[in-house]
């Protein structure tokens, strides 16, 4: 069946998405062969959600990701509709860096890129492996670890806690509020989901008032102090320095926890593949790089927004009009047979094309360099942990209820000594 949007289309019929359900329990537990049903339609295709159209190739992402006709605002009568259903507190977060265009996005982005490549870095980097180190040798001593809330957690959130100038007594309320907006950002958002990320954004702006206060009389060397700084100076606005101090937590430890959870899913999945990264630890950074590919933790682009054609854009030989919403599906550009040979199989010295897991163009992770650094820490020790890992859990994990984020909810791990 194919789909002709309007009369402004001008070439490559345009066919339907058809029986995609993202939430059935078949799709989350292994998404990828319906990502091939949809790469196989080729080219963009037409999805009745929200009258969207959706972009699942490596090539055809990649150029939307690129492409500055795609917009990450909505047109006029879309943004005027959303702010009849979208409570006020939660329009705050279009003002991050995460919805805007040039430019006002090179402007956040100046400002807050700065403290990602401070000297300071390293020595956050250090703390979150002592802690990493610290933890993995108690689960040696108990025989069990659970890798989501007692190992991911608590090393993500240290380290953006301590890049933003965050007190650490002061994080599990921070990891609350952040895993209660999140649901609201998915595609599409549960109504229940939006009652709890209201509250959780209102302690979130009264939280950010307060230490902006506090960073305000004795500035650090963190990132929150250099946004303060910035926003004295008539850089940024109130709004914009905590909706902004909120995404950098939130999206700054969401993604290295899903990519902890998904990392030890593998490895205990593919047992040669630990072994390989035991024999070679140096494989580290591949090995992350690997991960990410693999099980990338955000499976949508920009969250439930997607992107925007400011004016009539081809796409992968299709013509999509101006004023539509594109969908851009990393999940499955990065199972891309095209470019990637045997793209199901994990194999951490896979070599070249790279990954569309942090983005690409204008709009690529602002931390990515943060995570992917992180990630070979975790990997690091985990190559050097002397242990055998067995879980019961690996061929039928949880995965969290969600579409745009792919997420272990939980991973118990029983652990021996090696040898």
């Known amino acids: 069946m194919t789909h002709q949007p309007t009369e402004d289309t001008v070439s490559g019929e345009v066919p339907t998405l058809e029986d995609f359900d993202p939430y059935n329990d078949a799709f989350r537990a292994d998404p990828y062969p319906e990502y091939e049903r949809i790469r196989a339609l080729g080219g963009p295709v037409h999805w009745d959600y929200l009258d969207s159209y959706v972009v699942s190739s490596h090539a055809d992402a990649t150029a939307v990701l690129a492409d500055p006709r795609m917009r990450l605002q909505p047109p006029d009568p879309v943004a005027e509709l959303m702010a009849t259903v979208v409570p006020e ?19 956040l982005r100046n400002l807050t890129r700065r403290p990602f490549a401070s000297p300071r870095l390293g020595g956050v980097l250090a703390d979150a492996r002592r802690l990493a180190d610290g933890i993995l040798a108690d689960a040696l001593r108990r025989g069990h670890l659970e890798v989501v809330d007692e190992l991911a957690f608590p090393v993500s959130l240290q380290a953006i806690g301590d890049l933003l100038g965050i007190p650490r007594a ?39 008032a307060h230490l902006a206060r506090v960073r305000g009389e004795n500035p650090g060397e963190d990132l929150f102090s250099s946004l303060v700084g910035a926003h004295r100076q008539g850089s940024m606005s109130r709004s914009e320095l905590h909706a902004n101090a909120a995404l950098v937590f939130i999206s700054g430890h969401e993604t290295l926890v899903a990519f902890t959870a998904s990392a030890f899913l593998s490895f205990l999945r593919h047992p040669g593949q630990l072994a390989l990264l035991r024999e070679h630890p140096e494989l580290a950074a591949a090995a992350t790089e690997e991960v990410l590919r693999h099980e990338s933790p955000l499976q949508l682009a920009t969250a439930g927004g997607g992107r925007w054609t400011a004016e009539e854009v081809e796409i992968g030989g299709r013509t999509l009009p101006a004023d539509v919403r594109v969908l851009t599906f990393i999940g499955a550009a990065n199972r891309d047979p095209a470019v990637y040979e045997d793209p199901d199989r994990f194999d951490i010295t ?14 690529y992770c602002l931390g990515a360099a943060l995570a992917k650094q992180q990630g070979t820490l975790l990997l690091e020790a985990l190559a050097h942990w002397p242990v055998r890992l067995v879980s019961e859990t690996i061929d039928a994990p949880e995965w969290l209820p969600l579409f745009m984020q792919r997420r272990l909810a939980r991973l118990p791990v029983t652990v021996f000594p090696a040898g």
Request: hydrophobic share 40%.
């Open 89 to 107: 507190s939660l329009r705050s977060m279009s003002r991050t860096l995460l919805f805007t265009d040039p430019p006002d996005h090179t402007r």
């Open 170 to 208: 002061d994080l599990p309320k921070l990891r609350d509020w952040g895993q209660a907006m999140s649901p609201a950002a998915d595609i599409p958002a549960a109504p229940a989901s939006i009652d709890s990320a209201v509250e959780a954004y209102a302690a979130f702006d009264d939280y950010f």
């Open 350 to 363: 896979r070599p070249g094309a790279r990954h569309l897991a942090l983005g690409h163009g204008l709009h």
